[in-house]
């Protein structure tokens, strides 16, 4: 058998074929590149934008004192007044797992809500007015330091503690308040009610 019908010549060995594969390739490369470039470009944008932080939910002032000596007594009487507002909130939110007011589930996801929104608040104090640091110089730096300290011994042990009282008793609680509310509206009806007389 003779084979008498043309072949295709192959293409010389040394010259670049652009075959699909090649070009996928490059794709994929310039793909992988543009994003490495536009993370690269992201990051450097978000750490220069984040240089200056500022905390404008705070009372006190929105840039971080370089040193200890450059707190001035009204920036530590801030950051002292911005802590007892903090404890206060605290206190009140300990207050209020006592009194049934909220039903178990809803209080306690409310309160993790809140306990993570007077975490970052917290730590903020703590970094605008150098509480942070481990060596105060001042006297009174030292005095709000460790308050700060107390303060943040203090939430971890309420936190731990509402956690476990409203597990345990949540259910009673909310069910006691309700109890009150309607043995109140039932009074009301009685004294509604008209009397002979």
Not at 49 to 62: I, K, P
Not at 127 to 152: I, K, N, P, Q, W
Not at 159 to 183: C, H, K, P, Q, T
Request: charged share 30%; hydrophobic share 40%.
């Amino acid at each position: 058998m003779s084979d008498d019908t043309p072949s295709t010549p192959s293409p010389p060995r040394g010259k670049k074929h652009w075959t699909f594969l090649r070009k996928f390739r490059w794709a994929v490369y310039t793909l992988f590149l543009s994003l490495l470039v536009f993370v690269a470009v992201c990051t450097i944008v978000g750490i220069t934008g984040n240089l200056e932080e500022r905390h404008l939910d705070l009372d006190v002032s929105a840039r971080r004192p370089a040193s200890q000596e450059e707190l001035s007594t009204l920036h530590l009487r801030d950051c002292l007044t911005a802590l007892e507002n903090l404890h206060a909130e605290q206190a009140q939110k300990v207050q209020q797992a006592f009194t049934g007011e909220h039903e178990r589930q809803t209080f306690l996801a409310d309160f993790r809500a809140w306990d993570r929104d007077w975490k970052q608040r917290f730590e903020k104090l703590g970094f605008s007015c150098r509480l942070t640091d481990g060596y105060a110089r001042h006297e009174a730096l030292m005095a709000v330091a460790e308050a700060y300290r107390l303060v943040d011994e203090a939430h971890r042990y309420y936190a731990l503690e509402i956690r476990r009282f409203m597990l345990e008793n949540g259910v009673e609680l909310y069910r006691l308040r309700r109890l009150f509310e309607d043995a109140q509206r039932a009074i009301e009806r009685i004294e509604a009610l008209p009397t002979d007389e």
